[in-house]
Nanobody
């Protein structure tokens, strides 16, 4: 049984920072690609960033590049999204995922709310 639990969301002022955590059980994050998406009310879910299964490469949406950093801590089987220089347009529910490329199977967390005030 694969389960993902996001935490760390909350209310922050413009320009502030927040770190989201995603604790994973059922699979080892060191053998799966991981990623983050976000969804604002009335909007489509959009890609934020991804980390390769090796942990050796990342890619980010242009809107967050240079401000967000995706990392992985294998010992805790946890992935993180460090968010700096937050803007009101970053307000959304953030979801983490683990992705099995071979089986084309993705597992998603329940999401955590991030709200950035003006």
């Amino acid at each position: 049984q694969v389960q993902l639990g996001e935490s760390g969301g909350g209310l922050v002022q413009t320009g502030g920072s927040l770190r989201l955590s995603c604790a994973v059980s059922g699979v080892n994050v060191s053998t799966y690609a991981t990623g983050w998406h976000r969804q604002a009310p009335g909007k489509e879910r959009e890609f934020v960033g991804a980390l390769s299964w090796t942990g050796g490469s990342t890619n980010y949406a242009d809107s967050v590049k240079g401000r967000f950093t995706l990392t992985r801590e294998n010992a805790k089987n946890t992935v993180y999204l460090q968010m700096n220089s937050l803007k009101p347009e970053d307000t959304a529910v953030y979801y983490c995922s683990v992705n099995d490329l071979k089986s084309e199977t993705s597992y998603w967390g329940q999401g955590t709310q991030v709200t950035v005030s003006s």
